[in-house]
Every structure is written in C-alpha cells, then in structure tokens.
C-alpha cells in the first residue's frame, strides 16, 4: 500500500489525504513554477546522543537527489496519515537505523536517561512542534528546494549498536559537540541546513546526560 500524507494549507488546516508519491510531484512542480510551496506535510527530526554526550549524524547517500554525501540529522521523516509524531519517530528509528526507542514525557525523561539500560533501548523526547518549519535541500546539480512542513523535534539518547535498514543512509559518524562546533565552522558546505539550524536552536540541550539538569 502506497504513502498517504495529510495535506495542510499554511495556516495549519488539514485540506486533504493524499498519495505521497503525487502530492511530491505537485510541489515540485510548484516550487519550479513559483519558487515556493503553499502547502505542508507533518515530518519528525530527531538528534540522537550517546550518553556521553557524542552526536550522531546520518552521512546520506551519494545517490540521494536532495543533500547527497551531506552529514545530517540523525534521524527523519514524514508522518504517515493517521500516526502521530512520536509513532513516526519511533518507527523511522526502528526502519532507518535498527534500533528500538520509547518516547516520553520531559520528567520522565530526565529520569529514564539515567536509570534506563541505554545499550537496549533509546529514550526520546519531543522538544517543540514547530508549525513553519521549512528544510532547504541542496540538490545535485547545485540548486535548491525549499519545502515547509510542521515538524515534530525531537531528542535521545542511545549507546547501543546502529545497523544500516533501508538504504538511505550509506554511513554514520559520531561527534562530540567540540567537534561538531568546529567542523560546522571550518567546512558548513559538509553538513545539511537541517542540522545546522537543530544544533543552533537546541545545542543547550545537547549535553551528557550526567550533566543534564532535572527540570
């Protein structure tokens, strides 16, 4: 069974259901047409951490049409209709790097980091729903895509082992948040403008979890 998105105007209200396959051929063509996209999806993003702190960033596939060979978030994708943005995230972690998580609560959170076996099962937790996100993709031949969407963000943390499941990664690397401030300064071409604009918005956040505060 084909993809199906629930189609938002940018106002936030839900227009239609439609096939993900035709709804992406609508606003390519669109964006071609006008230079802007006037309708959204829902999408999840996600930052993953070890324990100690270390970053986990998705190298993609040269083959991929939008940021290939780029170093990116962790872990993304859109919202199927009818599941809910911690469902998505859970599932997308599980298809796209082969591991098990749980979503939950800020306080629980905070809690579990520290008392969960973090080698079985990542923890996560929703930071914001931002209703006006827009990603700007940088595509092969040089240009750009911008599409907006109303993004669940989201936080974990995970040590246990990461296996490559559906093919739209080609590797992972890990960082510490020394590194990541460096190389995001020293080549920024390398990395996605999603990650960039996460490590800006939410770097306070991204700490080991022995220095996270408990409220």
Known sequence: MSERFEIFDMNGELIAV????????????EFAEKGRITRKVRAIRLLLLTSQGRVYLQKRSK??????????KTVGGHAAAGHSYSMTVVKECAEELGFPST??????????VRVTDLTI???LQLIEILENFVSKRRLADGSF?????????????????IRFVDGESCGIESFSMQELRDELAAHPEA???????????YEQLMVPVEQ????
């Open 18 to 29: 439609q096939e993900r396959k035709e709804f992406e051929k609508e606003i390519a063509e």
């Open 103 to 112: 979503v939950l609560d800020t306080s629980e959170f905070r809690k579990a």
């Open 191 to 201: 990395f996605t403008d999603d990650l960039r604009f996460m490590v800006d918005r």
């Open 212 to 215: 996270m505060g408990d409220g």
């Open 121 to 123: 099962i990542g923890v």
């Open 63 to 72: 083959m991929k049409r939008a940021n290939p060979g780029l170093l990116d």
């Open 145 to 161: 895509f911008e599409q907006p969407y109303i993004t669940g963000m989201y936080l974990g943390y995970y040590d246990g082992p």
